[in-house]
């Protein structure tokens, strides 16, 4: 155990975190998301959902200040899916970024995703829940 680490950080994921460059981006994906198919490094949060761990890591977290930090897979269109979850992570990005989320296609989210650093796969129901997160640099 470690102080100030929130305890739904796993050592694993906690590791990822410290091994990430500026510029590497990770997944948090929701319990549909096929991590394991587009990532190698992949990582397991099941049972917890996505805004949960996005807060926990936004703790430890620095967020890219010269590129967009925040990205949303985009509802394919026509589903029409409401999607209050992004109004949640909006939320909890606000004190890190002045930025915006961008929202990318489906397929091109997934071609993100296998060039991510990693994908951490949660239990989340929400549809359309899964964000990329491009990591910053550490200031402090």
Not at 13 to 36: A, S
Not at 40 to 45: G, S
Not at 122 to 136: D, F, Q, R, W
């Amino acid at each position: 155990m470690l102080k100030g680490i929130p305890s739904i950080i796993s050592p694993e994921l906690l590791k990822i975190l410290m091994e990430m460059g500026h510029g590497d981006e990770i997944v948090i994906g929701d319990g549909n998301f096929p991590g394991q198919s587009v990532n190698d490094r992949c990582v397991r949060c099941d049972g917890h959902g996505v805004p949960e761990l996005l807060e926990a890591i936004l703790k430890l977290f620095p967020l890219d200040t010269y590129q967009k930090p925040v990205y949303l897979m985009a509802k394919t269109p026509g589903d029409t899916v409401e999607t209050p979850i992004w109004d949640t992570y909006a939320e909890l990005i606000k004190p890190y970024t002045d930025e915006d989320m961008e929202q990318i296609e489906r397929f091109e989210f997934y071609e993100r995703a296998k060039k991510a650093y990693a994908v951490v796969m949660t239990g989340e129901s929400a549809l359309y829940a899964n964000v990329i997160l491009k990591k910053g640099v550490v200031t402090e």
